[in-house]
């Protein structure tokens, strides 16, 4: 009994992560074909953060607030992206191996996965609004920080098309274009925190004046 429960919360995974409906259970089947995306409340969750995340990197950009001030020696929206780039790096790896160890608590790792980076990209965010607004006399080399933001951007995007499948209807069996489609956007998803790690070295150089 044991075992079969195991086994279907694992072909439960496979389905998730490979978006392959062919491998599921008729149980996981009727789930994943009878939800609406609508009626999906992290749908509607993911979306009032974004909007929070947009009125917060307009404000610091237009200075409407001040993260400029410092706490202990360092700035404000310095810590903010300590903390950001931090999670990022350590989180991501520690919920791989987590998820792989214990697939029964896929829904949580999956919530813990979506909310934790959407807070993490807040926090970079406003670290990012405040260098780029700041004036023209103090302007800093754009460069590594640019391409650092693109990525955790591609990294959202990429994380929202796919946990939503918004490449597929959900009431139809997944086509074999829409499962290679998957199959790209995931690759794009994980190349780009592997880019993260380059990058985000060489950024805290840069910030250090070391290059
Ligand atoms: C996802 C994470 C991060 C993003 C998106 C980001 C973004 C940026 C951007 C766009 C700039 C303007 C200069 C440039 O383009 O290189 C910048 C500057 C800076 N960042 Fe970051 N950053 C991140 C993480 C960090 C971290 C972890 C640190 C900690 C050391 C840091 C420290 C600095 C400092 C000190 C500057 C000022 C550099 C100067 O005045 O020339 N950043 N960041
Ligand atoms: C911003 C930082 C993010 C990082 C560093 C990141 C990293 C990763 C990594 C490493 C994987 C492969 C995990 C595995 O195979 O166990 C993954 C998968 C995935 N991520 Fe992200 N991600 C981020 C943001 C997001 C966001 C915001 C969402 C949702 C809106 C998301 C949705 C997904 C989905 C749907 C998968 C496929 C596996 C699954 O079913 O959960 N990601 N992500």
Same mark, same amino acid.
């Given at each position: 009994m044991k075992l079969a429960q195991t086994m279907i919360v694992q072909i439960d995974c496979l389905c998730h992560v490979y978006?392959?409906?062919? $491998?599921?259970p008729p149980m996981v089947k009727e789930r994943v074909s009878g939800s609406s995306r609508i009626r999906d409340p992290h749908l509607w969750a993911f979306l009032a953060i974004v909007v929070i995340i947009i009125y917060l990197s307009v404000a610091v950009f237009l200075r409407?607030?001040?993260?400029s001030f410092r706490v202990e020696q360092y700035l404000f929206s310095h810590w903010m992206s300590w903390i950001g780039a931090l999670y990022l790096a350590v989180v991501t790896p520690v919920a791989y191996v987590l998820r792989r160890r214990y697939p029964r608590r896929l829904q949580l790792f999956r919530s813990v996965h979506m909310y934790g980076n959407l807070l993490a990209f807040m926090l970079t965010s406003i670290h990012f609004y405040q260098q780029i607004g700041r004036s023209p006399q103090a302007y800093p080399r754009l460069g590594t920080g640019v391409a650092q933001y693109t990525m955790v951007l591609t990294l959202v995007l990429t994380g929202f098309i796919q946990r939503f499948r918004?490449?597929?209807? $959900?009431?139809v069996n997944i086509s074999s274009r829409s499962r290679a489609f998957a199959g790209y956007l995931r690759t794009l998803h994980v190349s780009s925190i592997i880019a993260f790690y380059f990058v985000i070295v060489l950024h805290i150089l840069h910030g250090l004046r070391i290059t």
């Amino acid at each position: 009994m044991k075992l079969a429960q195991t086994m279907i919360v694992q072909i439960d995974c496979l389905c998730h992560v490979y978006m392959n409906e062919r $491998l599921c259970p008729p149980m996981v089947k009727e789930r994943v074909s009878g939800s609406s995306r609508i009626r999906d409340p992290h749908l509607w969750a993911f979306l009032a953060i974004v909007v929070i995340i947009i009125y917060l990197s307009v404000a610091v950009f237009l200075r409407w607030i001040n993260v400029s001030f410092r706490v202990e020696q360092y700035l404000f929206s310095h810590w903010m992206s300590w903390i950001g780039a931090l999670y990022l790096a350590v989180v991501t790896p520690v919920a791989y191996v987590l998820r792989r160890r214990y697939p029964r608590r896929l829904q949580l790792f999956r919530s813990v996965h979506m909310y934790g980076n959407l807070l993490a990209f807040m926090l970079t965010s406003i670290h990012f609004y405040q260098q780029i607004g700041r004036s023209p006399q103090a302007y800093p080399r754009l460069g590594t920080g640019v391409a650092q933001y693109t990525m955790v951007l591609t990294l959202v995007l990429t994380g929202f098309i796919q946990r939503f499948r918004l490449f597929q209807r $959900l009431d139809v069996n997944i086509s074999s274009r829409s499962r290679a489609f998957a199959g790209y956007l995931r690759t794009l998803h994980v190349s780009s925190i592997i880019a993260f790690y380059f990058v985000i070295v060489l950024h805290i150089l840069h910030g250090l004046r070391i290059t």
